[in-house]
């Protein structure tokens, strides 16, 4: 075994869903610069909703979608910084839920918006020793919980939502590169028992290290795996803002294509995103068995990350 199959995907997004002129309602902001500054038009915000239970409704279509194999379930990764509990894990509740038994390793992995490709490439590290089992991969976020609906430079980014991926051992090319640096000034949230715990954030310096980071990313993975861009299909990045992968895009001339969006309708859903846009995108029936794409992510932390895999 070398790489890893996705066999099966789902996501879920909150019914409430705030468009721009909501936003607008709440903060000093309006729909055009929302727009143009971000390209989000609307976001799913939970009500009767958790992180859990976004977390067990994603995993439980994917879950569905493979004939529901819940004996053959190794170990349910959740990445994750908004649990509904510091412990109990995510994880072990949507185990629970999905009635997976107790031969399950099931814990939460935070990496904020890298958390999916970290938790996926955790999860094949798994199947290197368990080649037999599957493993649950889900990246699951309620981040209304820890944004300031008063502060307008933040509140109008962030969405809920979750996505999973059922994953197996396969035979198929696979490469993982992750980094962090320990930055805890660009983008933070403080921790339980501190005086507030909202999402705070210097945009710009997020912009910048996003644009290069991505870009680097993509270049590494090309290099170490000497192929070009003219063989992989799909590139998903961390859906955080349009601008953001205009630039990237742009730096592959021709290749603009490959570049999928679909957070404006979601926002920037953090660990959520990736998994997101991999389900929408099965869904669609355009991803297909044997194409080939290139994940990237960067977040809080900061973190950043690559992925390159055979579907
Ligand atoms: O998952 C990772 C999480 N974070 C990110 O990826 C964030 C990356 N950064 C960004 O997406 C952008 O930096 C933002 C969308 C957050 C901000 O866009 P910007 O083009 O960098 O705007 P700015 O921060 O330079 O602000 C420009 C102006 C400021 O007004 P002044 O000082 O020029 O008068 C802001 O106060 O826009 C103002 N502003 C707003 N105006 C209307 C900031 N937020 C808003 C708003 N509505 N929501």
Same mark, same amino acid.
């Given at each position: 075994?070398? /790489? ?5 995907? *789902?996501? =879920? ?37 958790? &992180?859990?239970?976004?977390? #067990?409704?994603? =995993?439980?279509? =994917? %879950? ?9 379930? *190794? ?11 510091? $412990?109990?894990?995510?994880? &072990? ?9 107790? +031969? #399950? ?10 958390? $999916? ?14 080649? +037999? ?14 944004? @300031?609906?008063? +502060?307008?430079?933040? &509140?109008?980014? $962030? /969405? @809920? ?27 933070? &949230? ?10 705070? %954030? ?43 992968? +205009? ?6 001339? *021709? ?11 979601? /926002? ?21 068995? *044997? ?6 992510? $960067?977040? =809080? ?11």
């Amino acid at each position: 075994m070398k /790489g890893i199959h996705i066999i099966s995907t *789902g996501s =879920a997004v909150p019914e409430t869903c705030y468009d721009n002129e909501k936003m607008s309602e709440l903060v000093e902001t309006s729909d055009e610069w929302i727009r143009t500054r971000t390209g989000i038009r609307s976001r799913h915000i939970c009500k009767e909703e958790s &992180c859990v239970s976004l977390a #067990v409704s994603a =995993a439980g279509k =994917a %879950m569905e979608r493979a004939g529901n194999p819940a004996n053959r379930i *190794g170990a349910v990764i959740v990445a994750t910084s908004t649990g509904d509990y510091s $412990f109990p894990s995510v994880a &072990c509740l949507v185990a629970k839920e999905l009635g997976l038994g107790t +031969d #399950v390793m099931a814990f939460d992995l935070a990496a904020a918006c890298s958390g $999916f490709l970290y938790a996926m490439d955790v999860g094949r590290n798994f199947l290197l020793a368990h080649e +037999d089992r599957y493993v649950l991969v889900i990246g699951a976020e309620q981040l209304s919980r820890i944004v @300031d609906y008063t +502060d307008r430079s933040t &509140c109008i980014l $962030f /969405g @809920d939502g979750a996505g999973a991926a059922l994953i197996e051992a396969a035979d198929t090319p696979y490469f993982h590169h992750s980094g962090c640096d320990g930055d805890a000034e660009v983008l933070s &949230c403080k921790g339980v028992g501190q005086d507030e715990m909202y999402i705070h %954030m210097k945009g710009n310096s997020v912009f910048k290290f996003a644009v290069s980071t991505l870009k680097e990313s993509i270049d590494r993975i090309l290099r170490e795996q000497k192929i070009s861009m003219d063989e992989i299909d799909y590139v998903i990045c961390h859906q955080a803002n349009a601008r953001i992968i +205009d630039h990237v895009k742009k730096k592959y001339p *021709g290749q603009e294509k490959k570049f999928y969006m679909n957070l404006e309708r979601y /926002g920037n859903t953090s660990a959520a995103s990736i998994p997101m846009v991999i389900d929408e995108l099965m869904e669609l029936g355009e991803l297909k068995e *044997g194409m080939k794409i290139v994940c990237v992510g $960067f977040g =809080a932390g900061l973190t950043w990350g690559g992925t390159f895999l055979q579907i």
